[in-house]
């Protein structure tokens, strides 16, 4: 008996690897899933999935890394669905939170997202970003900018500026040289 | 009795400029895109301060194209008022007439992008189009068109999504405005009605007889008589 508890007590020690705590660092990032979702035409409705990152205190930056790498193949054999993939992996240029709200610098986004312009494109984009980012408790809004300009992002959205996006204001992209993120 | 124009430009100047032709309604034509391959409804933005004009006109409009496709209408009874989270708002809030962003069909589903590329299926949005402008405009006047995505002075190349299987939104939403400007142009101009003077007795016609466009009508109590002076 006591070899039988010490062989399944080997066996649970070793699925568990021992340095998982202080090794890496657990994100969630938020998929649509029409499978899961209560009403499948509702393109805001998403879905949390885990990720295990090397352990980092720019959890904000990293979630949105995952995020933009899309949902893996067996997710989507799942039904995760997501604009972003591996070809948009590379999107984030900074991240930097500043009062509550995060000043998401992207990449020109705009020949591979072209879809995302559209009514439940857009609500799909900017619910997995928004959800991925408010998992932080230091973060309540989120900001865009296509190469350190708002304005091309929210042209490109058909949204106007105001204060919901800061009025467009690009001072506060211009001040996040490299990524930071921000540590819930 | 219709007139049609295209306009070009960035969208505040489209509208700007519809404004100033006074035109009787604007409509902005996309189609939807999603990151799913099953996504498939129809909806229409309207403005935030769309008027009840507007409202009707895109509802109408949803539910014939959901009841021509065979899909179902999404937002508030095929509407989405301001756009979602203001998306779309701005391309037809600066109107003075009524306006529409439509989004009929989904361009990331394949079965829906075979429609959109397909002849039949052009005529077919384009015959609900016009239908919806005839109802809800009947007295004729400038319908401004503008192609979603396409002809922006701030972002020349843009042409929206692109259809699944190939082609780009903008170029095939532009076919379906051609197609309902050519219908509308093409309508002829209904036969001028005579101008008649009826008597009736409840719902029955005692007497009827035409009478000239500018004749003025007299009626004497002395004489009891109905007369056109000379």
Redesign the interface.
Known sequence: MKRWTLALWLCLAGAWPAHAQSDTTHLLVFF?N?RLAAD??D?TAVTALDRHVPRTGAVATAALQQLFAGPTAAEQAMGY???FSAATAGLLKSLRVRDGTAYVDLHDP?AQL???????????F?SQVHRTLRQFASIQRVVFAIEGQPRTFY??????C?P?NGHCDARPFAASPKPQGGRP | MYKTKFYKGD?LQRQLQANADKAVAYVEH???????E??G?A?V?VGSNASPTSRNWGRWYSRAIAEQFGT?V?GDDGI?VG?????????VKHTQMPALLL?PL???NPQQAEIIRSASGQAALARVLVESIRRFFPKGGLIAFSVG?KYKT??PN?????LAGGGT?ADHAEKVLELAAKMLDEQAAPEPQPRKLRVMQGDKLLFETQVDEDAVLVWSSDRNLLFIPD
């Open positions: 649509s029409a499948p035409a393109c669905r997501s604009p705009r072209a879809g995302v312009s559209s009514s439940c494109g857009a609500a799909e900017q042209d490109w959205m058909n949204e106007s105001g919901a | 969208y996309h189609f939807n895109s999603s990151a799913s099953q996504a409804y909806v933005v179902k999404a989405l756009g979602w989270n203001g998306r779309g708002d701005g391309n989004e989904f361009g990331s995505h701030s972002s843009d042409r929206g999504a692109m939104e």
